[in-house]
C-alpha cells in the first residue's frame, strides 16, 4: 500500500549542531520527494525536493539524500538556528491511476539557543 | 498577493451542522486538493480535482463533498457534522509537470472545531 514513515516523531538538538531526518517509502515507482516545513499555526511550504534521478540536491544549510534501491530519503540540516524550530514532513508520490503525494507522520524539531 | 486562499479561517459548530470551506488559487495550477490535519499533525490527502474533474477520493465518509466550479476554486461542503471531523483542512494546488507531480502550495488552513 501507499505508506511513507518517518522517523523520528521528535528531534531535539543544541542550535549549531545538525539535525537528520529519515523516511523510507512502500512504493519502488515513486518519483518525487519533497520536504515541508510547518512553523506552529502555519501553513505548510516546501524548502527542497529531489527526484528519483537525483542522489542528493543541497541549498545552503538543507540537504537531501535519496536511496532509491533501498526506498529511502533523509533530510540533513546543518548549523542549526532557532528559527529553523517547526514540524516538518517528508512526502512521495504514489500513482493510482493520478498521481498523489502522501506525507510522513512529522518531525518536531527544536533547536535549543 | 495571496497565491491560494480558503475561508472562512475558523469555524466552530455543533454536532449535526453543515458547514462549507472555500478555496480559491490564483495561480494558474490546473490541480487542486484538500488535505485533512488532525490533532497529531498527519495530513492526509482527501480529494484532488484536475480542471474541474475529481481524480482522487480517498475512501472519505459521503458526508464531504468536494466540488470545483472551475479550476481556480475548489469547495468542501460537509454535511451533519462530526466529533472526528474537527481538524484544520488545508487546500491546496499544483501544477502536474511534464515529470510528474509539481510542487504543492497550500492555503492558510481552516480550523473547524466539531461541539
Known amino acids: 500500500g501507499e505508506n511513507v514513515e518517518q522517523h523520528p516523531s521528535t528531534l531535539s538538538v543544541q542550535e549549531g549542531d545538525s539535525a537528520v531526518i529519515k523516511c523510507t517509502y512502500s512504493?519502488?515507482?515513486?518519483?518525487?520527494f519533497p520536504w515541508y516545513k510547518q512553523e506552529l499555526g502555519k501553513r505548510p511550504q516546501l524548502i527542497i525536493d529531489?527526484?528519483?534521478?537525483?542522489g542528493e540536491k543541497k541549498d545552503q544549510r538543507i540537504a537531501v539524500t535519496l536511496n532509491k534501491t533501498a526506498k529511502h530519503f533523509s533530510l540533513h540540516i546543518t548549523e542549526t538556528q532557532p528559527e529553523d524550530s517547526a514540524v516538518y514532513f517528508c512526502?512521495?508520490?504514489?500513482?493510482?491511476?493520478?498521481?498523489?503525494?502522501?506525507f510522513g507522520q512529522g518531525t518536531r524539531l527544536t533547536i535549543n539557543p | 498577493d495571496t497565491a491560494v486562499s480558503q475561508t472562512p479561517k475558523y469555524l466552530v459548530t455543533q454536532m449535526g451542522n453543515d458547514k462549507s470551506i472555500k478555496c480559491e488559487q490564483n495561480?494558474?495550477?490546473?490541480?487542486m486538493y484538500w488535505y485533512k490535519q488532525d490533532s497529531k499533525k498527519f495530513l492526509k490527502i482527501m480529494f484532488s480535482?484536475?480542471?474541474?474533474?475529481?481524480?482522487i477520493n480517498e475512501t472519505v465518509p459521503n458526508r464531504f463533498s468536494p466540488k470545483s466550479p472551475d479550476k481556480a476554486h475548489l469547495n468542501l461542503h460537509i454535511n451533519s457534522l462530526e466529533l472526528g471531523d474537527s481538524a484544520v483542512y488545508f487546500c491546496?494546488?499544483?501544477?502536474?509537470?511534464?515529470?510528474?507531480?509539481?510542487?504543492?502550495?497550500f492555503g492558510e488552513g481552516s480550523r473547524l472545531t466539531v461541539l
Open positions: 512504493d519502488s515507482a515513486s518519483n518525487y
Open positions: 529531489i527526484r528519483s534521478n537525483v
Open positions: 491546496a494546488s499544483s501544477q502536474i509537470l511534464a515529470g510528474g507531480t509539481g510542487e504543492l502550495f
Open positions: 480535482y484536475n480542471n474541474k474533474e475529481l481524480i
Open positions: 512526502a512521495a508520490t504514489f500513482i493510482q491511476g493520478a498521481q498523489k503525494l502522501v
Open positions: 495561480l494558474g495550477h490546473d490541480t
